[in-house]
């Protein structure tokens, strides 16, 4: 009887080994942006991920709890129809490393002195070595910089058109300034991305604006058409017998 | 053909078996046309599935018969501008329906397919050529460069990186036609319009002819000519019994807008996966919803509209 339990406990021992082996073999995919909209895998239930991963690109495939770590959206001007706390978000400043330090090491509610008085803009070299989307501000084309989107003393929030700060959460209340049909689109549901309820009514998760798209730098060099270049996932099995894709073009359509 | 299956059920009836899985084969291969069932036959169906699949996968499975809620008619949008053929969609509604997924021939099934296509053109220097050659007829593009061609190629591309500057790309996958040809080819009246919206098949009572894959005029149905390769712990225990509930060899499957989601109110996989936003579901009964609102507001077409198909699926464009 003795000799059992010690194997079963040698057993227990073991099993425990293993199963915390594989609990630190973590697994981080990201949602809609690489290296912006990061998130974690781990169950949620038993055998029920919160997300399942693309194994080639490490793409967010499914979401096992699309409520996930959200929070209630806050008020957006229009959206009446949907009741309160049926729109969520994820908070965008869990993701931003610096964020908590910018309103308290540096920017800590005063005008900084070296701040020009005539809003032209100027090159700031801490700012640039911190970010270096600022160093050459795509967005606007020139015709913006920093302190457009930025409040002037705190630097953590964001600006809106009464020099009021706003939340870095709600970026949408920012860029709607300029981008008013997007704007539109957005809340109505067309432009941009939700998960949740298909109801008009429903619980839905809101992506907001800057969880799709690098507010400094939207247009991004590189892109094509709209977007940021990414990795596809794998195409589909090639019907039996076929070698590869190119058979029809040997006699040259084009 | 009374012989065979009689045979077979009086074989498994004198043979007394305590196997469960046995008794429901057989209780399964009696089974009526789901749609004629009543509420009580339908309930033990799926309670025989559910038996059965818990034991096979490992796990518990759940077999979903929700009906049509009254006041729905799903409808879907998609924008051709934003897609950027990542094929983020067609993975997502592998992993949510339970496709097959091996790598033998026949053995990889996904439900979506993702056309590139070639921009078309009118260039100077192309200005005074004919007719595309080869082919002999205009399919698309203008009448300088035969663009929008679908060739069995165009399925298959796999740049390192997407969108690529001169392409275009086109998700297809079932349009749930109000009036579908594959409904009326089926000679078991297996497939059938749901009264929200969606063509659904019966699996049980699927015959495998694929007449109903040579009506599609949109490619959406795939048959499992090889026994499904479903690993257990990849398998989605929710499911729905006109939906992702795993098929056997020899049936024919196609999109359902992931009915057991859509019929508990959430968003079909492929709509919540799109990193772009390009897919859009909702009720067109309902003139509030993002669908509803694309069809007022968004310039909006149906693919091949003049087969009078009249499908509930509408690209659009900003």
């Known amino acids: ?254 | 053909m009374l012989g065979v299956s009689s045979l077979m059920g009086a074989g498994a009836l004198m043979a007394q078996s305590d196997n469960a899985q046995a008794a429901a084969e057989w209780a399964e291969h009696f089974q009526g046309n789901y749609r004629l069932m009543s509420p009580q036959e339908k309930a033990e169906a799926r309670a025989r599935l559910e038996r059965r699949y818990s034991a096979e996968y490992g796990k518990k499975v759940t077999v979903d018969g929700t009906e049509a809620q009254p006041g729905v008619l799903m409808g879907y949008a998609l924008n051709v501008r934003k897609c950027i053929g990542c094929r983020r969609c067609v993975k997502a509604c592998v992993e949510e329906n339970n496709q097959s997924r091996g790598e033998k021939p026949g053995e990889r099934i996904e439900w979506i397919q993702v056309l590139r296509m070639e921009r078309g053109e009118f260039s100077k220097d192309k200005m005074n050529q004919g007719y595309p050659e080869g082919l002999g007829i205009q399919v698309g593009g203008n009448a300088y460069t035969p663009a929008g061609q679908v060739l069995e190629g165009q399925y298959h591309y796999e740049p390192k990186a997407v969108p690529e500057k001169e392409a275009t790309y086109m998700p297809i996958a079932c349009m749930q036609c109000e009036k579908p040809p594959c409904v009326k080819v089926c000679p078991v009246r297996t497939t059938y319009r749901e009264a929200d919206g969606p063509v659904v098949i019966d699996y049980n009572w699927c015959i495998g002819c694929r007449m109903c894959m040579s009506a599609c005029p949109y490619w959406a149905r795939r048959i499992n000519l090889t026994n499904p390769v479903l690993p257990n712990e990849a398998m989605n225990p929710v499911t729905h019994y006109l939906g992702n509930r795993p098929r056997m060899r020899g049936v024919v499957e196609k999109c359902h807008w992931c009915l057991q989601r859509t019929r508990k109110g959430r968003y079909p996989a492929c709509v919540e996966v799109c990193p772009v936003g390009a897919r859009k579901f909702g009720n067109l009964l309902d003139p509030e919803s993002e669908v509803s609102l694309i069809l007022a507001r968004k310039n909006v077409f149906r693919l091949k509209a003049e087969l009078n198909t009249f499908p509930k699926f509408f690209y659009f464009y900003d």
């Open chain 1, 1 to 254: 009887m003795k000799k059992l339990s010690i194997t079963a406990l040698i057993f227990a021992f073991c099993l425990g080994m293993v199963s915390s082996a594989f609990a630190e073999e973590e697994v981080t995919c990201f949602e809609s942006r690489k290296g912006a909209s990061e998130v974690v895998k781990r169950d949620l239930q038993p055998g029920w991920p919160n997300v399942k991963c693309s194994p080639k690109t490490g793409a967010v495939l499914w979401w096992g709890d699309p409520f996930d770590g959200t929070v209630p959206m806050g008020d957006t001007p229009l959206l009446t129809h949907v009741p309160p706390g049926n729109a969520v978000v994820k908070p965008r400043s869990a993701k931003l490393a610096i964020l908590p330090l910018c309103g308290t090491a540096c920017h800590n509610g005063v005008i900084p002195p070296t701040l020009p008085k005539d809003k032209k803009p100027k090159a700031i070299p801490t700012m640039e070595g911190l970010l270096p989307d600022a160093k050459n501000l795509q967005h606007g084309r020139g015709r913006i910089w920093c302190l457009d989107c930025h409040h002037t003393t705190q630097r953590n929030k964001l600006v809106d058109n009464f020099g009021d700060p706003l939340s870095i959460d709600q970026p949408q209340l920012l860029c709607g300034k300029c981008h008013g049909d997007k704007m539109r689109d957005w809340r109505d549901g067309i432009h941009g991305k939700r998960i949740g309820e298909w109801a008009s009514t429903g619980k839905k998760r809101w992506f907001t604006c800057t969880e799709c798209h690098n507010p400094h730098n939207v247009q991004d060099g590189a892109r094509n058409r709209g977007f940021i270049q990414l990795e596809p996932e794998l195409p589909p099995q090639l019907p039996k017998g076929m070698k590869d894709a190119k058979h029809e073009l040997v006699h040259g359509v084009h």
